[in-house]
């Protein structure tokens, strides 16, 4: 997100090296993004379906409130989840195979175009069961077209300009966490460690305990003494 600050700001008319100006604003996004609380609750996430259903594009705000339904419950990255199509959905589980990226195009106005793309890591390819809250939600999730979530072109969408909504919206909320807190809930729950890396698609168990997060409420139960 900082970096893409800085790309909508920066002026080479101003003499600046774009490195020095670009690593101000992801230094001071760093900073902000610690200080943040990075777990979602259940209701932290319908406060942000919420704003979504009262301020996003009309054609696709029910394609980015599913997109985040599967990331709650699975865990997905944002790259993973937004790259679906329906035939990814087979037997009761999400069939990970590839990953949605962007690239530059055009001359004089430049724009970013989806592209799909080979998964970052084998580990990332990978089957994840489908909860059964998820999977009611998704039988009654219903748009045209083989992708799971098209814009309201029918194409694609261009991840960092979801994300960007929710920065320009103020609200404190960006879609990696939703990754952070299926990890810290898996870790939390006891589960295997085997079990959490096939799951997140880490490589190892380490990348896993990484991405959990605790806060306040954690910190306290755990000193409890029953």
């Excluded at 001359?107 to 080979?118: T, V």
């Excluded at 589960?191 to 490589?203: A, F, K, N, P, S």
Aim: charged share 30%.
């Amino acid at each position: 997100i900082g970096l893409i600050k800085a790309v909508e700001r920066f002026d080479y008319k101003k003499g600046y090296k774009f490195s020095t100006f670009a690593s101000y604003y992801i230094k001071s996004q760093i900073i902000k993004e610690s200080k943040r609380e990075v777990l979602v609750t259940r209701e932290k996430l319908d406060s942000i379906e919420k704003a979504i259903e009262e301020k996003y594009n009309p054609k696709e705000r029910k394609q980015v409130i599913m997109a985040l339904e599967v990331m709650w419950y699975c865990g997905l990255r944002p790259c993973e989840c937004f790259a679906l199509n329906k035939s990814d959905i087979v037997d009761g589980y999400i069939d990970i195979n590839k990953e949605l990226g962007s690239s530059l195009v055009g001359k004089g106005e430049i724009s970013r175009q989806p592209i799909i793309r080979k998964c970052k890591t084998e580990a990332s390819v990978r089957k994840v069961p489908i909860p059964t809250k998820l999977n009611t939600l998704l039988k009654s999730y219903k748009v045209s077209g083989e992708k799971l979530f098209p814009n309201k072109d029918g194409n694609y969408f261009v991840i960092n300009q979801v994300g960007c909504w929710f920065n320009h919206q103020k609200l404190e909320f960006n879609m990696y966490q939703l990754r952070h807190t299926v990890a810290t809930r898996l870790v939390t729950n006891g589960v295997d460690q085997r079990t959490i890396i096939e799951i997140l698609g880490h490589e190892n168990f380490d990348m896993s305990i990484y991405y959990a997060r605790s806060n306040k409420d954690l910190k306290k139960n755990a000193l409890e003494i029953e």
